[in-house]
């Protein structure tokens, strides 16, 4: 979104446009995200006033056309927990414009407990009625904005918020919840340094070869400390084995499917490990 009056900044491209035509000659459906980029302020605006919500879906249904997409994915997050209730206004509001035309809507949430603006912010129990899927960002557990270091994604996290996704505190059928995982990790540094993020292709080079390892089979991750600058540095990696184990939670709870923040970040051999654990090309 751009100018706060329900405006899209179009960056499809030459490239995306290209992307589009090798997508649908392959046989896969493109659902292009559609992103506040965290703009507290300017989605506020447009959640509060019925008109500039019109004037964003309406530009939504034009690109889908101009495009010939099969779907849209709404990436807003970090929104007011006052605006909770508009949001999913906004949301039934674009479910039959797009429905009519035969098109997916996605739409991403948080884990359903944590901060007002990151957390609270979603009715995932009317989302997940209304949208086609919800896309659980399953990131980050810890982070830049977490005050103890720890993993970006442990599997027992995850679990434990599906259960709530599927369980009575939202009541989501598993079949609309796509979850996502990370293509990346933070690597924390001793004497309370800020974390820094890091792609998953990033790691091998990072960390150094004798670095300790240690397998946490409850996060399903190794934990590795090493030293660096004459710090200790500390990283619960994410890699095939951490990625296994978040599929596996997948299959086991009958989702939709999976998703990954984000493209070019994994290693090569991400692809073969979900092309065989989801049966698909």
Same mark, same amino acid.
């Given at each position: ?126 989302? &997940?009625?209304? %949208? ?5 960002? #399953? ?6 904005? *977490?005050? +103890? !270091? &720890?993993?970006? %994604? ?5 679990? #434990? ?6 369980? *009575?505190? +939202? !009541? ?72 296994e184990a978040k599929l596996d939670l997948a299959l086991e709870y009958k989702l939709a499917g999976a998703a990954y923040w984000a493209k070019d970040r994994e290693i090569n051999a991400i ?11």
């Amino acid at each position: 979104m751009k100018d706060g009056k329900g405006n899209i900044l179009d960056n499809a491209g030459d490239a995306g446009k290209d992307y589009i035509t090798w997508a649908h000659s392959n046989g896969y459906q493109v659902w292009p995200s559609v992103s506040n980029s965290s703009q507290i302020e300017t989605t506020s605006e447009i959640m509060r006033d019925y008109k500039l919500r019109q004037v964003l879906i309406n530009n939504i249904v034009s690109l889908v056309v101009r495009y010939d997409l099969d779907g849209i994915n709404i990436d807003f997050e970090y929104m007011y927990e006052e605006d909770k209730d508009l949001f999913t206004r906004f949301i039934i509001e674009l479910q039959p414009r797009l429905n009519e035309m035969g098109k997916v809507l996605s739409v991403d949430v948080t884990a359903p407990d944590g901060s007002a603006e990151w957390s609270m912010c979603y009715d995932r129990h009317t989302l &997940g009625k209304v %949208a086609d899927y919800l896309v659980f960002m #399953a990131y980050d557990q810890h982070g830049s904005s *977490t005050e +103890e !270091e &720890g993993t970006t %994604a442990g599997c027992d996290w995850v679990e #434990a918020n599906l259960d709530k996704f599927v369980g *009575t505190q +939202e !009541e989501i059928a598993p079949e609309k919840i796509i979850l996502g995982m990370p293509f990346y990790t933070w690597v924390w540094e001793d004497e309370g340094g800020e974390p820094s993020a890091y792609y998953m292709s990033e790691l091998d080079d990072l960390i150094p070869e004798n670095a300790s390892r240690t397998w946490d089979d409850q996060l399903k991750q190794y934990v590795v400390e090493y030293q660096s600058n004459g710090r200790i540095q500390k990283v619960w990696v994410e890699d095939e084995r951490s990625i296994e184990a978040k599929l596996d939670l997948a299959l086991e709870y009958k989702l939709a499917g999976a998703a990954y923040w984000a493209k070019d970040r994994e290693i090569n051999a991400i692809w073969d490990l979900i092309s065989e654990k989801l049966n698909i090309e």
